[in-house]
């Protein structure tokens, strides 16, 4: 007979209680503990409102309380999730889709400490032998010192002569960066004009700005000479001078050569990650070369010529990590036999989450949203932390569908471990893993926020809604395919793992390009097609934007409204602007009052004044077919495209746009919905409803389908199909089996990935690649349509 339970055994689920972040509608359900849970829904039902801005926000904000008030005012403050209860709640880690850090000396093997490993191994093992891990590190510097210290001995006090040394593993020439820049001056001075006159064309660099006060009241240089009549000396102070204390405005500041100013300003950070207007500087004004001395290793001499077997350090992070894996192997040295062990678990979890094809050298910056998903997983997979809420965000995004049944084990796995373990995901392959399934509805934005259904899988499919229709959906091969038009010619391409590929892309159609992760598909797309006259890329960088960014700003649709707004009413745009003019004097145009409270969370309030519509009252009086500015922006795209085309509020370039947000499924979206507020599948379709403006004969898409729901993936094969009869050439880079089925051809890259891939195993037609079933690519799609 069983005894009574233990008081704590009821604590088994996560219970929430009027939750309303965003469009949430009181949303109230409770979470099993220790299981996997789906949430699905449209894309902009509201998931990730739920598990991440409510649950997962709510166990981070109660942690960072447990510190001291003096760590706290060092951490970014957090309010409280609108929700009126929840309980049973646990440490929750959150596995983003965000791409990793612009730090450009941040790599793969420095995010997952499979470089500081490395480093002791070849301290210990290696010859000749370098005093410390450290003189394998690329971001070490060696130097040396001389100085003298005070030794107390009894009574006396005596100075001694001291030397130090300290061996870096740091290449001197490119101080680790594994490249050199060589900056076009040309590009950032004006010799005809003065610095008072804007010599220096940096962007931000203004004659007025304190950047160049530095330069102008220093002392070293004469403002209203121009830069032409330069002496050497002045000319060397302006670019080439080292720190120096200055007084500026009567303020001590430090004065700096521009040059060096550029570099740790700019050239220091990740290309991918900065600001666009600063990205074109960079790309136009420095060319950087890999670096002569360490060859883009990063390393110096000494610990190049450091190996263990005849393999150094640059060599063991330049293998692709499922070579590493088998080198790591075969080391036998028993005094080392415990860091040996968690080096190769650690290379064995890379092998098995399916990045075996990245190396350890690579650039973190320049991994996909799913790449980096992937990498943070690891450190979790082996930690002995249980009872903990693991938070993914479409953890298959980028991933073939042979990788999915790997990262659906992972998952199982961290949950078998004692862990509660949240995905929101689309794809049926991953929802069919799922202990308990969260289906949220019925619609998008407005339309939803509520919980339609919560269950088992089999419930879900009985369920009738949107998901439980659409799970068991299967897009069918086409009847007839295409004819293609022409063909773009790839030859000889070799990028990162291709080996010398000739391929032709037709034109004129549909062509979905497709292999296992790693097998060279963007290599391929992105090194050889995209670049050329007519070709408009759009690929998985983000969207960045403030809570001041809206649909109508990013798309550029409130310009012409805000100058139909300003004819119909004789006054100026600026006015219908809630970031120039027409803004709130109270909020300056953001809508909300933040009130800092010290060492309590900072509080945000409703504008009192414009009552959160972020406009002057006099702004509301001026009208557009009977519509204020703000009437406007709260339009859904749908209601706008319909709204710009009647005959006194007719905006045609606006009903344009408003129909491009319609045609990527956003039709939902009000046109001055923050973008902050946006899901990850909402920002890409928006940037492609941006993207689309641009004329071009050929259009390439980059994973389409990451963030849409089912139901949605059917409106992106429609505008798809539009596009392509409008005559242009669409190549799609897709995982997705719907898509694969709807192409006219298909160009399946492997057969592996990594150095076991960048190969064209398969070019045709859907239906001849079924047939053939030569590929993992050809195996899926075959299973899918049921063939």
Known sequence: MAGPTHPADAHDAIRVRGARENNLKDVSLDLPKRRLTVFTGVSGSGKSSLVFDTIAAESRRMINETYSSFVQNFMPTMARPDVDLLEGLTTA????????????????????????????????????????????????????????????????????????????????????????????????????????????????????????????????????????????????????????????????????????????????????????HIRAFVERAVAFTTCPDCAGTRLNDGARGSRIDGVSIADACAMQITDLAAWAGTIDAPEVAPLLSGLRALLDAFVEIGLGYLSLDRPAGTLSGGESQRTRMIRHLGSALTDVTYVFDEPTIGLHPHDIESMNRLLLQLRDKGNTVLVVEHKPEAIAIADHVVDMGPGAGGSGGEVVYQGDLSGLRASGTLTGGHLDHRAALKDAVRTPTGSIEVRGASSHNLRDVDVDVPTGVLVVVTGVAGSGKSSLIHGSVAGREGV?????????????????????????????????????????????????????????????????????????????????????????????????????????????????????????????????????????????????????????????????DVYILDEPTTGLHLADVDNLLGLLDRLVDAGRTVIVIEHHQAVMAHADWIIDLGPGAGHDGGRVVFEGTPSALVADRSTLTGEHLARYIGA
């Open 93 to 276: 880690i959150t596995v983003s889709q965000e791409r990793m850090g612009a730090n450009s000396r941040s790599t793969v093997g420095t995010a997952t400490d499979a470089n500081a490993m490395l480093r002791i191994l070849f301290s210990r093992l290696a010859e000749p032998r370098l005093p410390s891990p450290q003189a394998y590190s690329f971001n070490v510097a060696s130097s040396t010192g001389v100085g003298s210290v005070k030794v107390a001995k009894g009574a006396s006090t005596q100075a001694q002569k001291r030397e130090y040394t300290l061996v870096g593993g740091m290449c001197a020439r490119c101080e680790g960066m594994g490249r050199v820049d060589d900056i076009d001056l040309t590009q950032i001075l004006d010799d005809s004009r003065s610095l008072a006159e804007g010599a220096i064309t940096v962007p931000g660099y203004t004659a007025d700005g304190w950047a160049v006060r530095m330069y102008t009241e220093s002392g070293f240089l004469d403002p209203d000479k121009p830069l032409r009549d330069y002496s050497e000396r002045e000319r060397d102070s302006l670019l080439y001078k080292a720190p120096t204390k200055v007084k500026i405005a009567g303020i001590n500041m430090t004065y700096e050569g521009l040059i060096p100013k550029i570099q740790k300003s700019m050239l220091s950070k990740d290309l991918e990650a900065m600001q666009p």
């Open 536 to 696: 408009v890329a759009i690929d998985q960088s983000a969207i960045k934007g403030s809570r001041r960014s809206n649909p109508a700003t990013y798309t550029g649709l409130l310009e012409p409204v805000r100058k139909a707004f300003a004819k119909a009413n004789g006054v100026k745009p600026a006015l219908f602007s809630a970031n120039s003019e027409g803004a709130c004097p109270a909020c300056n145009g953001a809508g909300v009052i933040y009130t800092d409270l010290g060492p309590m969370d900072t509080v945000e309030t409703p504008c009192e004044v414009c009552e959160g519509r972020r406009f002057q009252a006099a702004v509301l009086a001026h009208t557009l077919g009977g519509r204020s500015i703000v009437d406007v922006l709260e339009m859904p795209a749908a209601e706008a495209a319909r709204f710009f085309l009647e005959d006194d509020a007719r905006v045609p370039a606006a009903a344009a746009i408003a129909a491009r947000l319609v045609d990527v499924g956003l039709g939902y979206v009000k046109l001055g919905q923050e973008l902050t507020s946006l899901s990850g599948g909402e920002r890409q379709r928006l940037r492609l409803a941006a993207r689309m403006a641009e004329r071009g």
